[in-house]
């Protein structure tokens, strides 16, 4: 399976940011792994006309193609402006925006439907790992959020800590590992063969520094990478560290 670097630059980057795409591109014309970004929603189309190898997609799309959703983007809107992936349930998204399973699964398979890849996060709240509940939070997490038919090919699994996006905290290489097996496990008992090829990436606080450890734990196929994704220099050592591992 093809290792995948995800940057997810949140409400973040202007069209100077742009730039930072575009180095990532000419440092790594032909990346060992897949490398993909996700701008803001305005920077897509833009993105996606220098990005070269750098695959470009949104943070979020509606469930529905089109219609009375004001401030609202679809996913062929998506596809039509150049993005290729989607983060889908991120839990800023299912915080900010009460985003439940049942919304985050319907978005997956519009996502799926316009011809983009879904990229579906799942994570525990800090609480929820001290009361012992992050398998169960997680399992049910990916049981809800991801759709029926889902494959390979058109869905990548985040495993997102809450507690680790953006506070400089990671959980330990074990803890890591206990989820990541877990989230196979899952997968290969609703999929099947298929449940074995969806690439799973660990997200939250990853750096050019904590990356290679993290890369080196069984079942991690990448990051998604917020804040060390916006610069060039910082994402592309985490990419080196997986072109490495
Ligand atoms: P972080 O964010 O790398 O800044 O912790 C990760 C994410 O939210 O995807």
């Known amino acids: 399976m093809r290792r995948l670097a995800a940057g997810n630059w949140k409400m973040n980057g202007d069209g100077a ?51 009375a959703h004001t401030g609202d983007v679809s996913a062929p ?14 839990s800023e998204r299912r915080q900010d925006h009460e985003e439940d399973d049942a919304l985050v699964r319907a978005k997956a398979r519009a996502a799926i439907e316009a011809g983009l890849v879904a990229l579906v996060c799942v994570g525990e709240a800090e609480a ?24 390979a090919g058109t869905l990548v699994v985040a495993y997102e800590p809450v507690w680790a996006i953006g506070t400089g905290r990671t959980p330990t290489l074990d803890q890591i590992r206990e989820v990541h097996a877990h989230l196979r496990e899952r997968l290969v008992a ?26 080196a734990v069984a079942e991690v196929n990448g990051a998604l990478v917020g804040g060390a994704s916006l610069q060039a220099a910082e994402f592309g050592a985490i990419v080196e560290a997986l072109e490495r591992a």
């Open 17 to 67: 940011a742009l730039a930072e795409i575009e180095a990532l591109a000419r440092a790594r014309p032909e990346p060992g792994v897949d490398v993909w970004i996700a701008p803001p929603a305005t920077l897509i189309h833009r993105a996606a006309q220098l990005a070269g190898p750098v695959v470009v997609g949104g943070q979020d799309a509606h469930p529905e193609p089109s219609g």
């Open 77 to 90: 809107m998506l596809r039509e402006a150049g993005a290729r992936f989607v983060i889908l349930g991120h």
């Open 128 to 151: 929820e790992r001290r009361a012992g509940g992050t398998l169960g939070v997680v399992g049910r997490q990916l049981a809800g959020s991801v759709p029926d038919g889902a494959t």
């Open 190 to 215: 609703r999929f099947g063969e298929e449940g074995r090829g969806v690439r799973l990436l660990y997200g939250g606080s990853v750096k050019p520094d904590n990356a290679a450890a993290i890369f």
